[in-house]
């Protein structure tokens, strides 16, 4: 029996805000579970809250055009129109916005075996950042290079996914990280015409190919791009170390290494995006 001191608007906003710490502590624990280890249901509803931070994410850094720190040419003519109440003295001078060219982002996703908990996952945060960003060239590697970008192109998620898994790309195969990126710079190098490019590897480093290889053709696309951005999911282990040939041999040559194991690492791309 409801007591005289409760209102049935109080109970209504009480069971309101449980629901809504309850849903809060649903989407956190989600967002810091890592990929591998999330059950069918869960990466269901994971994937939902995803797609929508994704895509705010993407817009954000889509509208983020201004530069915040230096300034363009003086105006001069706006510089004397406000400033003549002084004479047409430069007192306060007056500096033309720079709008820098938005960042061009060149992806390879790993789909071998060893990537499989995560591949599918990161095939659709990649298709999220396609849509929002205006130059984005997409590709997935196993033991060799395949370019999905016109598959991403005026197509829904479920059509792009479609499109994916009838392409023969070596999903869950073996590991050739060095062949890729050699493929990568003889057919595809001219991606990288733009100083702006941010390279983008999402890889967890196992390489069945020669590590002199890997590291020879990274230092190539190194001197081209601004940055050479590395997701590897096996950061996300307390205790992981990369040690392994091709990821130890890749390492001097990534300006940025980080996560890629959980929804919360990938958000924090935006950084440094």
């Known amino acids: 029996m409801m007591s005289s001191g409760t209102s049935v608007q109080d ?6 805000g449980a629901q809504a710490v309850a849903g809060a ?7 810091k579970a890592d990929l591998s280890t999330l059950q069918q249901a869960d990466m269901v509803a994971l994937e939902q809250i995803a797609l929508r931070l994704f895509r705010q994410m993407a817009r954000r850094l889509a509208r983020q055009r201004r530069i915040s720190t230096g300034r363009g040419q003086v105006d001069l003519r706006r510089t004397i129109r406000r400033n003549i109440s002084h004479g047409g003295e430069p007192i306060n001078l007056h500096f ?3 709008r820098p060219r938005p ?5 390879l996703l790993d789909i071998s075996g060893s990537m499989s908990p995560y591949s599918v ?20 590697f196993s033991t060799s290079l395949v370019e999905i970008t016109p598959l991403f192109c005026g197509r829904r998620l479920h ?5 994916l898994s009838q392409l023969p790309a070596g999903w869950a195969g073996g590991t050739n990280i060095g062949g890729s990126l050699h493929e990568f710079n003889q057919l595809h190098r001219r991606k990288l015409h733009s100083s702006d490019t941010l390279f983008l590897v999402l890889s967890d480093g196992w390489d069945t190919g020669e590590p002199s290889l890997l590291a ?5 696309v190194k001197r081209q791009v601004r940055r050479v951005i590395w997701l590897n999911p096996l950061l996300g282990m307390k205790d992981y170390q990369p040690l392994t040939g091709g990821m130890y041999a890749a390492l001097p040559y990534i300006d940025v290494f980080v996560a890629a194991h959980n929804l919360e690492s990938l958000l ?5 995006l």
């Open 11 to 16: 109970q209504s906003s009480e069971q309101e």
């Open 25 to 31: 502590s649903v989407r956190e624990r989600l967002a």
């Open 96 to 98: 033309r916005e720079r």
């Open 103 to 107: 960042h061009r982002l060149v992806t």
């Open 121 to 140: 996952f990161l095939v659709k945060f990649l298709f999220v950042l396609q849509k929002h960003f205006r130059h984005v060239d997409t590709f997935l």
């Open 159 to 163: 059509e792009s996914l479609h499109a």
């Open 216 to 220: 020879a053709e990274l230092a190539r």
């Open 268 to 272: 924090a791309l935006e950084n440094h």
